[in-house]
């Protein structure tokens, strides 16, 4: 079965260091996401991305991030100056354009700012 | 604004015992309701999906949910519970093209 790929599964930066985690979406998918879930809390929406450009993005969003689809395969999301509270397990996920809106969700990237 | 809620952060059962697994949902709209769940070092699984035919939604591994108007409510259930059910479980509401997860539900399995 199709999956979205994340790497690195875990990633470990300095504060300040720019850090951008990677994601292979499903490969007839059209559109994509970011999410976050910082430890302990509920998992929430960053940033929709559709036409090589982005839909939507929540108040979290800031010009701190920003993502691309640098190709035709991958979509990743920059964090530029990471700062502690950015620590969080982010996920990406994907959907068709069909009508059943299901979104599909990789493993997760563990950043750890320190 | 849409939003859902999850009454129980975490729950255990016994293995065979009924699961129940509680959301509630905000929505002045018609919503479109989900339930993920998420199993160790793992990603968000889909597990059902409600998009307003069958209020009666079954899913995968046993699992079924019940839309109700009245109460606002998708509560998730399996009948009976097994091991490998353990894992934590997010209530999602389909809002302008992006999911609202509820806090989740951490579902403990006791042999």
């Known amino acids: 079965e199709p999956e979205v790929t994340q790497t690195p599964s875990h990633q470990v930066t300095q504060m300040g260091q720019e850090v951008i985690l990677r994601c292979v979406p499903i490969?007839?998918?059209?559109?994509f996401y970011w999410y976050r879930q910082i430890l302990g809390q509920k998992v929430e929406f960053l940033v929709s991305?559709?036409?090589?450009?982005?839909?939507?993005k929540s108040e979290i969003f800031d010009d701190q991030f920003s993502v691309e689809r640098p190709d035709g395969s991958n979509f990743t999301l920059k964090i530029r100056s990471t700062k502690l509270e950015d620590s969080a397990m982010y996920f990406c996920?994907?959907?068709?354009?069909?009508?059943?809106?299901?979104?599909?969700f990789g493993a997760g990237t563990r950043l750890s700012v320190l | 604004a849409q939003s859902v809620t999850q009454l129980g952060s975490h729950v255990s059962v016994s293995e065979g015992a009924l699961v129940l697994l509680r959301c509630n949902y905000s929505?002045?709209?018609?919503?479109?309701l989900f339930w993920y769940v998420q199993y160790p070092n793992q990603g968000l699984q889909l597990l059902l999906k409600?998009?307003?035919?069958?209020?009666l939604v079954k899913g995968i591994n046993g699992f079924e949910a019940e839309f109700k108007k009245s109460e606002t409510s998708f509560h998730l259930t399996k009948p009976s519970a097994h091991m490998s059910d353990a894992a934590e479980y997010f209530c999602?509401?389909?809002?302008?093209?992006?999911?609202?997860f509820g806090t989740g539900t951490r579902l403990q399995v006791f042999p």
């Open positions: 996920a994907s959907r068709d354009s069909g009508g059943a809106n299901i979104q599909y």
């Open positions: 490969s007839n998918h059209l559109y």
């Open positions: 991305f559709y036409n090589n450009e982005i839909s939507e």
């Open positions: 929505s002045s709209v018609p919503p479109y």
């Open positions: 409600y998009t307003s035919a069958a209020t």
């Open positions: 999602a509401v389909y809002n302008t093209d992006k999911l609202i």
